[in-house]
């Protein structure tokens, strides 16, 4: 199939988008919009009251964005009237049914493909959030597309660490109803049950009469006691692991395809280079790191750090949804880079110091933030010693002047206990990314490679190409700074 093929499936089809403010979806409304401009409609699910808030958060939280630069420069003039007429904004929710849309009889009777990017990205969230929005989110999607009389694809946005913490090479399979990654063969995940463990636990806390700070604090403590009690590492993946399951057992007859990416970075080329919203793993030590508040990190130097930019995430989403249009199938492919041209973490450790030497971030004071280069321990052992003789035993030795000193340096000893919660904190919840020792299976996408290689400009998804020390020094850590840091 020739890229031309694939703007062309699109020529007047109708989508709905759930996610629409999403980083993921903002690239994909924008991509579509841009290589097809005679697609039918594109409707776009946003969680709000009415139409009118959903209408403004469009305008404010997508259209907007610098990421429609070149599609407001093309259109110039007629740009609104195109939006207009190509975009509808829609007020709803995928935790609730019919995904919270009041009139979804004429939407319906309308839609060609529906692409599902909404969900919470949060590792530790409110476990009956995480079940809310992505395990019954999906299955209120799925409900919804079931009743699609013209619905051609149902594309699943997930991401390959649903798989959990393994080893060696991770297959592109569904995941089957109940499957548990614990390794013990009598264990299976009860997702209704787990519904119900939820909401008992939330009844329970109310009649306590528990705060609603409390109440966050257990919840999210629940989400990632059951997650790892399951085998998974927390309770976003978890969440979407049995998003996925529920996708797979309700489908019925409606096409499925399932992407599953891993760490999604800044643009590669499309429609520029280094575009991003919303800090996501790496991005999270990338910022403390520059803003001083990070010395030391918790990771194994030579473990693979397996990225890929966003555009080459959309274009294989647009590739996939119209090769697979009308295949009654279910299909799963990861968008990763582990296998073909594997970056680590200890090369990006030193892209980052050379980029912050060169560039200090400028501190509140207006003086430039002086950075050396990240200390990596590669053994919680290690991380731990290094954590408690350079800032906790500091701070304990600080706490007592205060007691003396009438609390002379409160503010101080506050500044550096929270800088050192933090990075343990951190240190935490991405231990599993750091020491991962998989990589996933792409073999699934060959075909997405070969048909890019035909036409670089349009649906480009070459990770095997990309120079990751000129992306990141150039092009992703630059747009970590414009888009994130302001």
Not at 210 to 232: D, P
Not at 343 to 364: A, C, E, I, L, N
Not at 446 to 452: D, G, I, K, V, Y
């Amino acid at each position: 199939m020739e890229c031309k093929d694939v703007a062309e499936r699109l020529h007047g089809k109708t989508i709905l988008v759930t996610g629409s403010t999403g980083y993921l979806a903002k690239l994909f409304v924008e991509k579509v919009l841009r290589v097809q401009p005679h697609i039918k409609k594109m409707y776009l699910l946003i969680r709000s009251p009415d139409n009118d808030a959903a209408a403004e958060r469009l305008e404010t939280q997508v259209l907007n964005k610098d990421l429609f630069t070149v599609l407001r420069e093309a259109h110039g003039a007629n740009f609104k009237s195109f939006i207009s007429d190509k975009l509808s904004p829609i007020p709803g929710d995928i935790a609730h049914e019919n995904m919270g849309i009041d009139d979804n009889e004429k939407l319906q009777s309308e839609l060609d493909v529906i692409v599902h990017s909404a969900a919470t990205t949060k590792f530790d969230e409110r476990y009956d959030l995480a079940l809310s929005t992505n395990t019954f989110g999906a299955k209120n999607v799925i409900e919804f597309a079931k009743k699609c009389v013209n619905l051609g694809m149902l594309l699943y946005v997930s991401t390959a660490y649903v798989s959990g913490v393994r080893t060696g090479l991770i297959p592109e399979k569904p995941f089957r109803m109940g499957e548990s990654l614990n390794g013990i063969s009598t264990t299976t995940v009860d997702i209704y049950q787990e519904l119900k463990l939820a909401e008992d636990k939330l009844k329970e806390l109310d009649n306590k009469g528990v705060t609603e700070q409390r109440k966050s604090v257990i919840m999210k403590e629940l989400g990632l006691q059951r997650a790892k009690y399951f085998g998974w590492p927390n309770t976003y993946v978890f969440s979407k692991a049995m998003g996925e399951m529920l996708l797979g057992q309700l489908r019925d007859h409606v096409p499925l395809v399932i992407v599953r990416p891993t760490i999604v970075t800044a643009t590669y080329m499309e429609p520029f280079p280094g575009w991003i919203e919303n800090t996501r793993t790496i991005d999270t030590l990338l910022v403390a790191y520059a803003l001083g508040k990070v010395k030391c990190f918790l990771a194994d130097p030579e473990a693979i750090m397996d990225v890929v930019p966003g555009d080459m995430v959309i274009n294989a989403m647009i590739m996939l949804l119209t090769s697979h249009f009308r295949q009654p199938s279910e299909e799963v492919y990861h968008l990763c880079s582990s296998i073909r041209n594997p970056p680590t973490y200890y090369k990006f450790r030193d892209w980052s110091y050379q980029y912050f030497m060169k560039h200090p971030h400028v501190g509140k004071n207006g003086k430039p933030i002086k950075v050396k280069r990240l200390t990596m321990k590669s053994t919680w052992r290690s991380f731990y010693i290094f954590m408690n003789l350079r800032f906790n035993l500091p701070l304990k030795v600080l706490s007592m002047i205060n007691c003396v000193a009438c609390n002379l340096f409160g503010d101080k000893y506050k500044k550096h206990r929270k800088l050192y919660k933090y990075a343990v904190r951190v240190a935490l919840l991405y231990k599993p990314y750091v020491f991962f020792k998989g990589r996933f299976d792409d073999s699934h996408s060959e075909w997405l490679r070969a048909t890019s290689n035909n036409d670089k400009k349009m649906f480009y998804y070459g990770i095997q190409d990309i120079n990751w020390d000129s992306y990141f020094t150039s092009v992703h850590i630059p747009g970590v700074v414009k888009y994130l840091m302001i």
